[in-house]
């Protein structure tokens, strides 16, 4: 079966590396624990996912690992935070590998972006990995871009996730 592959271009790859600064700024800020920098990434809307069964589209009415809006978000900050929560103490120190982006759609004012992340934990000297699949999807506005919802599809999601200290 000989299928030709376009590649986009314009259009689709405007904004391309706007978008990519921007989820790379996201993860760094992530991995180096700056938190308040990190929650003001976000439209006061947006949702952060993170579902159990691969290829669900209905967050809302699906099990999630995360489901958060924007008081959750601030509470899972202040979890990891506090050192009270078992699963956020001692907190891990991470580091994030993001490729593969795809732009999937850029009207101007919103932009929806898929990479992969690989994400190793160090924590209680023990050192884990995850992979997933990401989507963003940003929403332009007066300071930029911003968050309007992170779906992170972890490749192995349907095993438990263990307890985390840190946001994927």
Same mark, same amino acid.
């Given at each position: 079966?000989?299928?030709?592959?376009?590649?986009?271009?314009?259009?689709?790859?405007?904004?391309?590396?706007?978008?990519?600064?921007?989820?790379?700024?996201?993860?760094?800020?992530?991995?180096?624990?700056?938190?308040?920098?990190?929650?003001?990434?976000?439209?006061?809307?947006?949702?952060?996912?993170?579902?159990?069964?691969?290829?669900?589209?209905?967050? #809302?009415?699906?099990?999630?690992?995360?489901?958060?809006? !924007?008081?959750?978000?601030?509470? +899972?900050? =202040? /979890?990891?935070?506090? *050192?009270?929560?078992?699963?956020?103490?001692?907190?891990?120190?991470?580091?994030?590998?993001?490729?593969?982006?795809?732009?999937?759609?850029?009207?101007?004012?919103?932009?929806?972006?898929?990479?992969?992340?690989?994400?190793? #934990?160090?924590?209680?000297?023990?050192?884990?990995?995850? !992979?997933?699949?990401?989507?963003? +999807?940003? =929403? /332009?506005?007066?300071? *930029?871009?911003?968050?309007?919802?992170?779906?992170?599809?972890?490749?192995?999601?349907?095993?438990?996730?263990?307890?985390?200290?840190?946001?994927?």
């Amino acid at each position: 079966m000989n299928m030709a592959v376009t590649i986009p271009t314009q259009p689709l790859t405007e904004g391309l590396m706007e978008a990519m600064a921007f989820v790379w700024l996201e993860a760094d800020l992530l991995d180096h624990a700056s938190y308040d920098e990190w929650l003001a990434l976000w439209t006061p809307e947006a949702k952060y996912v993170v579902p159990v069964e691969p290829g669900v589209q209905d967050f #809302e009415n699906s099990l999630n690992y995360a489901y958060d809006d !924007a008081e959750l978000r601030v509470k +899972r900050v =202040e /979890r990891i935070l506090s *050192g009270f929560s078992i699963s956020a103490s001692p907190v891990a120190r991470t580091i994030r590998s993001l490729s593969r982006f795809r732009l999937l759609s850029n009207d101007g004012k919103t932009i929806e972006l898929r990479c992969m992340q690989h994400l190793t #934990e160090f924590r209680r000297g023990r050192e884990r990995s995850y !992979a997933a699949d990401i989507e963003f +999807r940003l =929403e /332009r506005g007066p300071d *930029g871009l911003k968050i309007a919802q992170k779906v992170i599809r972890l490749i192995k999601a349907d095993h438990a996730l263990g307890g985390i200290s840190y946001i994927l």
